[in-house]
């Protein structure tokens, strides 16, 4: 049983079916096993491979890497239904269950080693064969539609983290796999025989499968499990924002491919709706409203019942959905291909970004006519400018997740955001800030109007207030380590690559080149860039001391700024970490320290993967 479990993680981790599940000769085809214990837990194994295999298919969030769909033709116990296959375990269970209650110890009696011995393996069989059911259980209730099924899955996961455990304390129990050299990392178990489907798989070498252990095993089922948990919490989200920044939020755990498609289903089902319940049109429209309240979305307003002016709303909100659709899939894909797709998907939002521009200015020119005290400029264009700089800052932070780029790079990188994407973020955010509270204004006046009494103002808490006040922090991370890094190359502390067939300009231009199809906010060109940071332009041009000395106040500027968010969150306590160090580290620097040494300094990314705590050598 726990062999076949191994069998079946590496499978999800990518391998394919002949050279893991298939291997174990029982489920080829159970019909013929007479146990019925064996039997059912065969079954079950299949079902779950069969249901975890649609979901995949149908979530699209794979690449070859990540998952192997092939069947290779075998029979994936489909001549038997679900509910006949967890019937069947149930009725194991609950045989098993007998058993474990008539060897259990009395008061007072005298325990014979053997019957001791027997009611620990029944209990171990029935841990598996019930959490397989419970994995199978919850799996099915992810295939239904209605919203009650993953409420029914949440509390059925709880179960499974109970018996993992007796499932964990057990694995010493039973016949041990034995491990032979001569057949490679397949460990050596009745009823397994690794080479068994050798003649199905493709002329070439087979790909090098090697079964996880036993005790990784139940590691992975445990976090399966909690990232499991995780999903059933997203269907309590309402809003646009908070669904996107729970999948941005899901995605970097680094997810396993099911984990990742189960929240795919479950956000969009079948019927293209929300949930299976929300029109995404309707969500959209939503988001506009939280994000900057714009006058032709408010039933106040006298567009709001105009018809030009709803067609017009209608149209824009309908284009939206397929970008809008497309970036939350995004967000199922493994990191590196995540990245690929947010520099394709910039070209669908900048032509979103030049029609919400033109609803802009044809709703701005009705309002104009009707209710002059109003505007309706930059609305619909401020909200897509945001999800617009969100994806290119996303786009240039995930390269040091993944570590595409070299030392000398970073510069150039840091530069782009902090002068760049993030001054442009905090305006757009500041700008849809104020175009909240001025219809907020005007709704104030209206509501005046109606009623004669005087109503009690409650301070009211500004939506986007901790957003602006992270990216404030975000961009004086950046600017530190960019004026760290400019001092250090002064210093000769950064180790350049001798140019042969590109150039420090063909690299910028690689590295920004997403950027091209995008208007608002323009690409900064390399000889622009080199004009914007040239230091030569000051009297007198900055030392290196100077530039750590202004690094240092960045990261104090920065530190400040988290250090007054309320609940501080594990992101904010881990860019604190790394600033308090890195403001150490500048002061020293700017006082002389190592002055002299070429040494390159070193760059621990490992308490925060987008700003690194500088470390002297």
């Given at each position: 049983?726990?062999?076949?479990?191994?069998?079946?993680?590496?499978?999800?981790?990518?391998?394919?079916?002949?050279?893991?599940?298939?291997?174990?000769?029982?489920?080829?085809?159970?019909?013929?096993?007479?146990?019925?214990?064996?039997?059912?837990f065969?079954?079950?194994?299949?079902?779950?491979?069969?249901?975890?295999?649609?979901?995949?298919?149908?979530?699209?969030?794979?690449?070859?890497?990540?998952?192997?769909?092939?069947?290779?033709?075998?029979?994936?116990?489909?001549?038997?239904?679900?509910?006949?296959?967890?019937?069947?375990?149930?009725?194991?269970e609950?045989?098993?269950q007998?058993?474990?209650?008539?060897?259990?110890?009395?008061?007072g009696?005298?325990?014979?080693?053997?019957?001791?011995?027997?009611?620990?393996?029944?209990?171990?069989?029935?841990?598996?064969?019930?959490?397989?059911?419970?994995?199978?259980?919850?799996?099915?209730?992810f295939?239904?539609?209605?919203?009650?099924?993953?409420?029914?899955?949440?509390?059925?996961?709880?179960?499974?983290?109970?018996?993992?455990?007796?499932?964990?304390?057990?694995?010493?129990?039973?016949i041990?796999?034995?491990?032979?050299?001569?057949?490679?990392?397949?460990?050596?178990?009745?009823?397994?025989?690794?080479?068994?489907?050798?003649?199905?798989?493709?002329?070439?070498?087979?790909?090098?499968?090697?079964?996880?252990?036993?005790?990784e095993?139940?590691?992975?089922?445990?976090k399966?499990?909690?990232?499991?948990?995780?999903?059933?919490?997203?269907?309590?989200?309402?809003?646009?924002?908070?669904?996107?920044?729970?999948?941005?939020?899901?995605?970097?755990?680094?997810?396993?491919?099911?984990?990742?498609?189960?929240?795919?289903?479950?956000?969009l089902?079948?019927?293209?709706?929300?949930?299976?319940?929300?029109?995404?049109?309707?969500?959209?429209?939503?988001?506009?409203?939280?994000?900057?309240?714009?006058?032709?979305?408010?039933?106040?307003?006298?567009?709001?019942?105009?018809?030009?002016?709803?067609?017009?709303?209608?149209?824009?909100?309908?284009?939206?959905?397929?970008?809008?659709?497309?970036?939350?899939q995004?967000?199922?894909?493994?990191?590196a291909?995540?990245?690929?797709?947010?520099?394709?998907?910039?070209e669908?939002?900048?032509?979103?970004?030049?029609?919400?521009?033109?609803?802009?200015?044809?709703?701005?020119?009705?309002?104009?006519?009707?209710?002059?005290?109003?505007?309706?400029?930059?609305?619909?264009?401020?909200?897509?400018?945001?999800?617009?700089?969100?994806?290119?800052?996303?786009?240039?932070?995930?390269?040091?997740?993944?570590?595409?780029?070299?030392?000398?790079?970073?510069?150039?990188?840091?530069?782009?955001?902090?002068?760049?994407?993030?001054?442009?973020l905090?305006?757009?955010?500041?700008?849809?800030?104020?175009?909240?509270?001025?219809?907020?204004?005007?709704?104030?006046?209206?509501?005046?109007?109606?009623?004669?009494?005087?109503?009690?103002?409650?301070?009211?808490v500004r939506?986007?207030?901790?957003?602006?006040?992270?990216?404030?922090?975000?961009?004086?991370?950046?600017?530190?380590?960019?004026?760290?890094?400019?001092?250090?190359?002064?210093?000769?502390?950064?180790?350049?690559?001798?140019?042969?067939?590109?150039?420090?300009?063909?690299?910028?231009?690689?590295?920004?080149?997403p950027?091209?199809?995008?208007?608002?906010?323009?690409p900064?060109?390399?000889?622009?860039?080199?004009?914007?940071?040239?230091?030569?332009?000051?009297?007198?041009?900055?030392?290196?001391?100077?530039?750590?000395?202004?690094?240092?106040?960045?990261?104090?500027?920065?530190?400040?700024?988290?250090e007054?968010?309320?609940?501080?969150?594990?992101?904010?306590?881990?860019?604190?970490?790394?600033?308090?160090?890195?403001?150490?580290?500048?002061?020293?620097?700017?006082?002389?320290?190592?002055?002299d040494?070429?040494?390159?300094?070193?760059?621990?990314?490992?308490?925060?993967?987008?700003?690194?705590?500088?470390?002297?050598?």
């Amino acid at each position: 049983m726990d062999t076949c479990f191994c069998c079946l993680i590496t499978w999800l981790e990518g391998h394919s079916l002949a050279q893991t599940v298939f291997t174990c000769l029982y489920v080829h085809n159970p019909d013929f096993i007479e146990d019925p214990a064996m039997k059912a837990f065969a079954l079950g194994i299949l079902k779950i491979c069969d249901i975890a295999r649609e979901k995949v298919n149908k979530a699209v969030v794979f690449e070859e890497e990540d998952f192997q769909s092939m069947t290779y033709g075998f029979k994936m116990a489909n001549n038997v239904t679900d509910l006949r296959v967890t019937g069947m375990l149930k009725d194991v269970e609950d045989d098993l269950q007998r058993r474990v209650k008539s060897t259990r110890s009395r008061q007072g009696e005298a325990r014979d080693p053997e019957v001791e011995l027997e009611h620990q393996q029944c209990l171990a069989v029935f841990s598996r064969v019930k959490f397989t059911r419970v994995l199978l259980t919850v799996l099915i209730a992810f295939t239904k539609k209605e919203l009650s099924a993953v409420v029914e899955a949440s509390k059925l996961i709880s179960q499974a983290t109970d018996l993992l455990a007796a499932v964990q304390n057990s694995l010493s129990l039973g016949i041990q796999s034995q491990n032979d050299t001569t057949k490679g990392d397949h460990p050596i178990m009745m009823g397994f025989e690794p080479l068994v489907n050798q003649r199905l798989l493709p002329p070439t070498f087979p790909r090098y499968a090697k079964i996880i252990k036993k005790e990784e095993m139940v590691n992975y089922f445990f976090k399966l499990i909690d990232r499991i948990k995780t999903v059933c919490d997203v269907v309590t989200l309402t809003n646009l924002h908070s669904i996107l920044d729970f999948f941005c939020e899901f995605s970097e755990q680094s997810p396993c491919v099911l984990s990742r498609s189960l929240l795919q289903t479950t956000f969009l089902v079948d019927n293209k709706k929300v949930f299976g319940t929300h029109l995404m049109q309707d969500m959209i429209k939503d988001a506009l409203r939280s994000f900057v309240s714009p006058p032709a979305l408010s039933p106040k307003c006298c567009l709001y019942n105009n018809h030009q002016a709803k067609d017009y709303i209608d149209s824009f909100v309908t284009h939206c959905v397929r970008p809008f659709c497309s970036l939350i899939q995004i967000h199922g894909h493994n990191r590196a291909r995540q990245r690929d797709k947010l520099g394709h998907i910039l070209e669908d939002f900048a032509t979103l970004q030049d029609e919400a521009e033109k609803v802009d200015a044809a709703l701005h020119s009705m309002l104009l006519k009707q209710e002059p005290q109003r505007q309706h400029l930059a609305c619909l264009g401020t909200w897509v400018l945001y999800h617009n700089l969100r994806i290119m800052i996303q786009y240039l932070l995930s390269g040091f997740e993944l570590e595409l780029y070299s030392m000398h790079e970073y510069y150039y990188i840091y530069w782009y955001l902090s002068e760049f994407l993030y001054a442009w973020l905090m305006s757009t955010l500041s700008r849809a800030d104020s175009s909240q509270m001025a219809e907020e204004r005007i709704m104030e006046e209206q509501q005046k109007g109606r009623s004669s009494k005087k109503t009690k103002k409650k301070k009211k808490v500004r939506p986007l207030s901790r957003e602006i006040t992270l990216s404030q922090a975000y961009q004086n991370m950046c600017a530190g380590m960019y004026k760290t890094m400019i001092a250090f190359d002064m210093d000769g502390k950064v180790r350049k690559p001798k140019f042969e067939l590109d150039s420090e300009q063909v690299r910028y231009e690689h590295r920004f080149a997403p950027f091209n199809s995008v208007i608002t906010p323009p690409p900064v060109h390399y000889l622009q860039f080199k004009e914007m940071s040239d230091l030569n332009k000051y009297s007198p041009p900055p030392q290196s001391s100077d530039l750590y000395m202004a690094a240092s106040k960045h990261f104090q500027q920065a530190r400040l700024i988290l250090e007054n968010i309320p609940n501080q969150d594990q992101e904010v306590n881990e860019i604190l970490k790394v600033s308090k160090n890195n403001i150490v580290v500048m002061k020293l620097l700017a006082g002389g320290h190592k002055k002299d040494s070429k040494v390159p300094p070193e760059f621990d990314f490992s308490a925060h993967k987008y700003f690194p705590a500088v470390k002297l050598v």
